[in-house]
């Protein structure tokens, strides 16, 4: 799960690391009162989206006084933040945080992530910081270094001289360089981090290294050894459907097309909106009813389908291993029946009970439209939606 | 022949007594699993379905009965913890169905599975089967068909698709794995796809990757510079939004990084046999085989 700047940290902050004074505001009163506590000769404005590329869609600005904090917040307040990240219909901007200003001497880049094919910790470092990683390894790949490092045995020094030399940075930072590394590594196994990124990490006049801005994606598998991380969801940062299916255990994401999608696995969902896309229709969602689906569940599948008024058919694609084809199909009939559905449904069910399944929808009374496999319940979905 | 597993491979189960675990356990009973014994803690002395010996940790299983794979239904706080009892335990093959591991736990798995004897399988994947002759994990035994095609996958009802294809094409299988869709598993799709080669009876191997990570890129380097059996590859996610984890935790396009696109294009590169879509997975392999 992604978390707001603010949140993140709050959580450095746990963590020993040192990061400038801020607060969160929600209002521009709230604002000028936290720059003049602030008492510094600039505050910055940073609007809360789960979003980077922030500063250049305006979501950053400096102020110079009490009153500019203030006008500036209330203009950020509402608007839709249009990032590189965010997709072209953006994210409104609900908070801010009110930050104190820093002397900027240098600007670098951090992150620490999880190298997958290496199972390691691996630490990205650049001096070219402020700008985005993915545009810096394009265009000159040769100004990042990537440190991995293995979990059983931890930071040892000679990681932490390789990206300081790398970095080109004073001598005299050399120790609390090596400080920060070490807090940073420790923070993310401690917090279950699965990203941390710091873009830009400054060197200030005084020779302190600040992380200028920050962003955490926590591993939601690990939410049970950490339950603030309920405490970190923001509901207006997430689609109220996809808070809905969380809820109940459902694994829903929403997308641009109308035909909604119930399938049994995410392999399995992923591969029917690529075939649904092949016969020239668009999927509405990925939605995995998952191993353990029982009727309550799949109807409730059903209502969270039916929400999203775009959906103009429904694909129901079911390969019962764990999930008895049958129970599915009792599923369906029930949901349907209950709502008083009226949009099609063609539903593909193969595996176990299969034959049962269709005996009972083919005798339940609703027009359901079978198809033979998953090619041919995607065309047939297709063609309703294409007429 | 087969890889990994066949109808002497005899069974440990851990949470043999658990919801999950005594209903699979069942199921591959029927299938004709040698499951030899159980380890469910404090359970330690009783007996599963009046038959299997259950004992309290899966030493004291060992040093009672010969092993040769472990299959692990644990919940996932102490999942990472159970693996690392079989690897310490030195069982040979270690299968973990359980899904929704903290990845740092996975790091410390893959740091123990390191210079040990051990293979692992998972976590969050259906496990392994050897058509007719031995099934250990959580697939549709029925649609299984001995036969002379392997599949290899990140998925678990996808495989299954693939799998029942193979079967109604005449082809059958010989050995199905699912690796497990988590970002850190035990083992890669290059582990197996070795063991495939060297296998006799298998003539040719079905790939079912997704989006994120990079395995499916490493395996089909493989494919390019050592396999002469011919490798058909599908890939899952076409469609996917970049940045949204796609049900598995592994299933993510991060930074433009780990799309299906790419992943194809790769394949296609280095000789993997491209199916376009889920439904001709099967076509895919016979016309391979043809060519090969």
């Known amino acids: 799960m992604d978390i707001h700047e603010y949140q993140a940290k709050e959580l450095l902050t746990k963590n020993n690391v040192k990061i400038l004074r801020s607060t969160l505001c929600h209002s521009g009163d709230e604002a000028y009162n936290a720059a003049i506590s602030l008492n510094t000769p600039v505050v910055v404005v940073k609007a809360q989206v789960h979003a980077g590329g922030r500063g250049k869609a305006g979501g950053v600005k400096i102020a110079k006084t009490p009153d500019e904090a203030k006008n500036i917040t209330e203009q950020m307040l509402g608007m839709t933040l249009v990032t590189a990240q965010t997709g072209k219909d953006g994210k409104v901007v609900h908070k801010v945080l009110i930050e104190e200003g820093a002397d900027i001497k240098k600007e670098l880049y951090l992150s620490v992530t999880i190298d997958r094919r290496t199972s390691n910790i691996a630490f990205v470092v650049s001096a070219e910081g402020g700008m985005e990683i993915e545009e810096i390894s394009q265009k000159s790949p040769e100004k990042i270094l990537t440190v991995l490092i293995n979990p059983s045995n931890g930071v040892k020094s000679y990681h932490v001289l390789k990206m300081f030399l790398f970095l080109g940075l004073d001598k005299a930072v050399y120790n609390e360089f090596t400080n920060f590394v070490t807090l940073l590594y420790n923070a993310f196994l401690a917090e279950d981090m699965s990203m941390l990124e710091i873009n830009p990490l400054i060197v200030t006049g005084g020779g302190n290294l600040i992380p200028l801005d920050a962003k955490i994606a926590l591993d939601d598998n690990a939410s049970f050894r950490h339950p603030y991380y309920n405490d970190f969801i923001d509901e207006d940062e997430e689609d109220p459907l996809e808070t809905k299916a969380k809820s109940v255990g459902l694994n829903y994401i929403r997308l641009n097309g109308n035909v909604g999608c119930m399938v049994n696995g995410a392999g399995l969902a992923m591969a029917t909106m690529d075939t649904i896309k092949e016969f020239g229709a668009a999927p509405a969602n990925f939605l995995d009813v998952g191993g353990t689906a029982d009727s309550k569940r799949v109807e409730t599948a059903f209502n969270i389908l039916l929400s999203d008024k775009n959906v103009k058919a429904i694909f129901i694609n079911i390969f019962g291993g764990i999930v008895k084809c049958d129970m599915v199909a009792d599923g369906v009939i029930t949901a349907a029946k209950n709502i008083g559905l009226e949009l099609p449904v063609v539903i593909r069910l193969e595996g176990t009970n299969a034959d049962k399944a269709s005996e009972l929808l083919e005798t339940s009374g609703l027009n359901f439209i079978v198809g033979d496999s998953l090619a041919d319940g995607a065309r047939k979905v297709s063609k309703i939606v294409n007429g | ?292």
Do not use: W
């Open chain 2, 1 to 292: 022949m087969s890889i990994l597993i066949n109808k002497k491979t005899s069974v440990l189960v851990q949470g043999i007594t658990g919801k999950e675990g005594s209903f699979h356990t069942l199921k591959c009973l029927e299938y004709g699993t040698k499951i030899v014994a159980g380890v469910t803690p404090f359970k330690g002395g009783s007996l599963f379905n009046d038959a299997i010996p259950v004992f309290n940790t899966v030493a004291e299983a060992k040093s009672n009965i010969k092993i040769d794979a472990t299959v692990i239904f644990v919940p996932a706080v102490f999942a990472s913890s159970s693996v690392i009892e079989a690897i310490e335990s030195e069982i040979p093959l270690i299968v973990c169905i359980t899904e929704g591991i903290p990845t740092i736990d996975m790091m410390s798995v893959k740091s123990a599975l390191r210079g040990s004897g051990s293979v692992m399988i998972g976590p969050n994947c259906p496990g392994i089967i050897t058509a007719d002759e031995c099934k250990i994990g959580i697939m549709p035994g029925f649609i299984h068909k001995k036969g002379k095609i392997a599949v290899l996958s990140r998925s678990g009802t996808l495989t299954y698709e693939a799998v029942n294809q193979l079967t109604n094409a005449g082809l059958g299988e010989t050995t199905c794995i699912g690796i497990g869709g988590d970002p850190i598993i035990g083992s890669s799709f290059l582990t197996f796809l070795k063991m495939f080669e060297n296998d006799p009876e298998t003539e040719g191997v079905v790939l079912i990757g997704e989006i994120g990570g990079t395995q499916e890129e490493e395996a089909s380097e493989y494919v390019k510079n050592y396999m002469k059996k011919p490798v058909v590859g599908f890939i899952a996610g076409k469609t996917a939004p970049e940045g949204k984890r796609m049900g598995h935790a592994g299933a993510i396009i991060s930074g433009g990084k780990g799309t299906a696109s790419e992943k194809l294009k790769i394949m296609e590169k280095n000789g993997v046999h491209i199916a376009e879509n889920p439904s001709v997975i099967a076509e895919t392999m016979i016309k391979a085989l043809k060519k090969h």
